[in-house]
């Protein structure tokens, strides 16, 4: 089991530039949790998918990001017009379906917005 | 929505001393209690699920209590080493069955000493 899969492991891109984080899930867990980790704000939830489809996106900023689930085996967050503030590591977690099921994290991915 | 105080911020003791750390939450719903490690660089790393009430839960060097009456949860590592030198954080999941989302507390960071 290869774990939760997360690339690219560091990003560094220009302030106004576009970001696309890429998740991989546990096989055969059904729903993947986003957030987002910084010194100053800590752990923040971000969005959650259960069977790809988007339950809970209350976490994301309502301008810049979004975040998707083509299939199964991959999730994306995209992040438009990136901004300084927006410099973080962003964790992919992925759980068996059901409520209060383990979350295990992925290496994360780290952004740095110059 | 739900709140997570974890304490203390910065934890340093000697090696084969016990080290604990305190969780207190707000929502009287939440249900599912986790503890997560993370080493430097590293993801976050489970250690133990609880939800029982005022139950300990043993694992490999550590002891977790959770009292839902004083909504206080707690990770007791018995007889730290080095190795044991990390960031620990502590995770509550609410009784919702829309969302898994976690609440984090803000984490804290655990120095052994030899």
Redesign the interface.
């Known amino acids: 089991n290869a774990g939760v899969i997360q690339t690219p492991r560091h990003k560094v891109t220009g302030k106004g530039q576009e970001a696309t984080l890429w998740c991989e899930p546990i096989s055969g867990h059904s ?1 993947v ?1 986003w ?1 987002r980790q910084t010194i100053v704000q ?4 971000l969005t ?1 998918f259960r069977n790809q489809a988007p ?2 996106d ?2 994301m900023p309502k301008e810049r990001f979004s975040a998707q689930m083509p299939n199964q085996s991959h999730s994306t967050l995209k992040i438009q017009s990136t901004q300084p503030q927006d410099s973080a590591v962003y ?1 992919c ?1 992925s ?1 068996l379906e059901g ?10 991915t780290r952004l740095t917005v110059l | 929505g739900e709140q997570v105080e974890q304490r203390p911020p910065h934890l340093s003791v000697r090696e084969g001393d016990s080290a604990v750390i305190t969780c207190t939450y707000t929502d009287p719903n939440s ?2 209690f ?1 503890w ?1 490690k993370q080493e430097p660089g ?5 250690l133990m ?1 609880v ?1 029982s009430s005022t139950e300990i839960n043993e694992g490999q060097g550590f002891t977790v209590l959770l009292n839902k009456k004083d909504k206080r949860l707690s990770l007791n590592l018995t007889a730290a080493h080095p190795g044991d030198s990390a960031a620990y ?1 502590c ?1 509550v ?1 609410e009784l ?12 804290t960071v655990l120095t052994v000493k030899p």
């Open positions: 729903a949790f957030y800590g752990l923040e939830f959650y339950i809970d209350s976490g964790l977690a759980s409520w209060g099921r383990e979350q295990y994290f992925g290496p994360g | 249900y599912y986790f997560y590293a993801s976050l790393q489970l699920k939800f954080f995770a999941s919702n069955t829309n969302t898994g989302k976690l609440t984090f507390g803000d984490g």
